[in-house]
C-alpha cells in the first residue's frame, strides 16, 4: 500500500503530465464547472465515477455515500442535488449502484455494525417491499437483486424531491437514470428507469422492476 507521501508524488507527477499534454487545462478548469451529469453513487473505493465513465474532471458532479441511498432527510445529499439542478443546470442525474454491495449484502443478511444499521435501514425496507421477488433466489442472486431494486428505488427518491419536481414544474430538461456496475468486468447497466417527467415516476419504476423478473 503506499504511503501518503507517495499520493502526494503521484499528484505532482499528474499535475504536470496534464499541464505538459494541456497548458490551459487547469486554469480553464478553476475559472468554471460546467458538469452535465451529477452522479449519485456508492463510497465504495471501487467504483470511481469519472474514471468508469471515461470522463474528466469538471464533466460530472458527484456525490457518494454507503449504498447510493437518497434519503429525503438527508441534507448532504439533497444540497448536492438542488446545486447541481438549480446552479450547475445539469441535465442528467444518474443514480448509480454495483452489485456486491456490502451496504445492500449487510441489509440482506441482517448483520449489525453499530451506528450504520440505521443507515441501512432503508435498503431493508426496500428489500421488505420487494421480498416476493427476492425470496426464491439463491442467497448471492438475491443480493445481486436487491442491488438492482435499491437502485430503482432511488431514482423514485430523487424524482419525487421537491429539488426535481420545481425544476419540471419550471420547464428545465431533467432526466434520472439508474444504472449499475459490475465490478468483475467493469461494465455498467442500464436498468431502464429513466424519468424525465413527473407523471413518469411510478410507471417506469414499476416496468423496471418487473424487466428484472423476464
Known amino acids: 500500500m503506499p504511503t501518503p507521501a507517495q499520493l502526494l508524488e503521484n499528484n505532482r507527477r499528474w499535475a504536470e503530465s496534464v499541464a505538459r499534454d494541456d497548458a490551459d487545462f487547469f486554469p480553464t478548469l478553476a475559472a468554471q464547472q460546467q458538469p452535465g451529469f451529477f452522479w449519485i453513487g456508492c463510497a ?3 467504483v470511481p465515477a469519472n474514471q468508469i465513465v471515461g470522463l474528466a474532471p469538471g464533466e460530472v458532479f458527484v456525490h457518494r455515500n454507503v449504498a447510493n ?19 450547475l443546470q445539469v441535465g442528467h442525474v444518474i443514480v448509480c449502484g454495483h452489485y ?16 450504520i444499521d440505521n443507515w441501512l435501514r432503508h435498503i431493508e425496507d426496500v428489500a421488505e ?45 431533467l432526466a434520472i437514470h439508474g444504472w449499475i ?33 423476464d
Open 44 to 46: 465504495d473505493s471501487r
Open 69 to 87: 441511498l437518497v434519503v429525503h432527510t438527508d441534507l448532504n445529499c439533497l444540497s448536492a442535488l438542488q446545486y447541481a439542478v438549480e446552479v
Open 100 to 115: 456486491g454491495c456490502g451496504g445492500v449484502c449487510a441489509a440482506w443478511e441482517g448483520a449489525r455494525f453499530g451506528l
Open 129 to 173: 417491499r420487494h421480498m416476493d421477488v427476492l425470496r426464491p433466489l439463491e442467497p448471492r442472486h438475491a443480493q445481486n437483486r436487491l442491488c438492482e431494486l435499491n437502485v430503482i428505488e432511488q431514482v423514485r427518491n430523487v424524482a419525487r424531491t421537491t429539488i426535481v419536481q420545481d425544476a419540471w414544474g419550471r420547464g428545465q430538461e
Open 181 to 213: 456496475y459490475a465490478l468483475d468486468d467493469g461494465r455498467l447497466r442500464d436498468l431502464e428507469v429513466t424519468v424525465s417527467a413527473l407523471g413518469e415516476i411510478d410507471q417506469r419504476a414499476q416496468a423496471a422492476v418487473r424487466a428484472l423478473s
